[in-house]
């Protein structure tokens, strides 16, 4: 058997599709070390998650150093299987309203793509040489909001995950010679507790399978692509929205 436990590092893990994520992979008996900028929640349920929690807030560029150094010490064996980056924000307005570029000043631009996409690149360059030893796989949650106008995710967050997922190219082509497979889901409308008013309804509308997506379903496919089943899979954006984007 082998005796090298699997380890995630796992961004936005307080709840929604990283939960389902953490929850799947410690169903599965990885090892999965979470990173959030609020305290580790009561509520989630995998073993030794308050000692594999770091607080960390990914829109301060500064902390980033201390939290990969943080990160790296809790490698034994200096190997990272896998690397999630799910954090992400996306500002609204009052009542919840979409921000287009007239409502977004340079604070919510730098805010949005520190988290969206900066920390993204600054962590994977920091995680390399782990990621490196373990052969693992690194997995971007970019969104159908990167391809086209969407009625609730703002501008800034749009722009960032388009720019996600050509990070996500450049990574593959370059670090798939060091055994590094880089691959994005791009999520469409999943059933979270931070859901803007009328999305239920217009997944009715516009999507064609006619429902929400659940967390669960979108925590099987990043399993799939940390797998052996994805060997020969990097560079791709794997789209899960019931069609949304046909």
């Given at each position: 058997?082998?005796?090298?436990q699997?380890?995630?590092?796992?961004?936005?893990?307080?709840?929604?599709?990283?939960?389902?994520?953490?929850?799947?992979?410690a169903?599965?008996?990885?090892?999965?070390?979470?990173i959030?900028?609020?305290?580790?929640?009561?509520?989630?349920?995998?073993?030794?998650?308050?000692?594999?929690?770091?607080?960390?807030?990914?829109?301060?560029?500064?902390?980033?150093?201390?939290?990969?150094?943080?990160i790296?010490?809790?490698?034994?064996?200096?190997k990272?299987?896998?690397?999630v980056?799910?954090?992400?924000?996306?500002?609204?307005g009052?009542?919840?309203?979409?921000?287009?570029?007239?409502?977004?000043?340079?604070?919510?631009?730098?805010?949005?793509?520190?988290?969206?996409?900066?920390?993204?690149?600054?962590?994977v360059?920091?995680?390399?040489?782990?990621?490196?030893?373990?052969?693992?796989?690194?997995?971007?949650?970019?969104?159908?909001?990167g391809?086209?106008?969407?009625?609730?995710?703002?501008?800034?967050?749009?722009?960032?995950k388009?720019?996600?997922?050509?990070l996500?190219?450049?990574?593959?082509s370059e670090?798939?010679?060091?055994?590094?497979?880089?691959?994005?889901?791009?999520?469409g409308?999943?059933?979270?507790?931070?859901?803007?008013?009328?999305?239920?309804?217009?997944?009715?509308?516009?999507?064609?399978?006619?429902?929400?997506?659940?967390?669960?379903?979108?925590?099987?496919?990043?399993?799939?692509?940390?797998?052996?089943?994805?060997s020969?899979?990097?560079?791709?954006?794997?789209?899960?929205?019931?069609?949304?984007?046909?």
């Amino acid at each position: 058997m082998e005796d090298h436990q699997r380890v995630l590092v796992l961004t936005g893990a307080s709840r929604g599709i990283g939960h389902a994520t953490a929850r799947l992979f410690a169903d599965d008996g990885w090892r999965v070390i979470t990173i959030s900028r609020q305290a580790f929640s009561p509520r989630c349920p995998w073993a030794a998650g308050p000692q594999d929690h770091i607080q960390l807030d990914l829109a301060e560029p500064e902390a980033l150093a201390d939290g990969i150094a943080e990160i790296l010490s809790r490698l034994p064996d200096g190997k990272l299987d896998a690397l999630v980056n799910n954090a992400g924000i996306s500002p609204k307005g009052v009542d919840g309203a979409r921000l287009g570029v007239a409502d977004s000043d340079h604070a919510t631009w730098m805010r949005v793509l520190n988290v969206n996409l900066v920390s993204v690149a600054l962590l994977v360059r920091g995680l390399r040489e782990a990621l490196a030893a373990a052969q693992g796989s690194v997995v971007n949650v970019t969104s159908i909001a990167g391809s086209r106008v969407h009625p609730f995710a703002g501008v800034a967050y749009a722009c960032s995950k388009a720019a996600l997922f050509a990070l996500t190219r450049e990574m593959a082509s370059e670090f798939a010679p060091i055994g590094v497979r880089v691959n994005a889901i791009s999520p469409g409308e999943i059933a979270t507790s931070i859901l803007s008013p009328g999305t239920a309804e217009y997944a009715q509308r516009q999507v064609p399978m006619r429902r929400l997506g659940s967390t669960d379903e979108v925590a099987r496919v990043v399993g799939f692509l940390c797998s052996e089943g994805a060997s020969y899979v990097t560079g791709a954006e794997l789209h899960i929205n019931g069609g949304q984007h046909v």
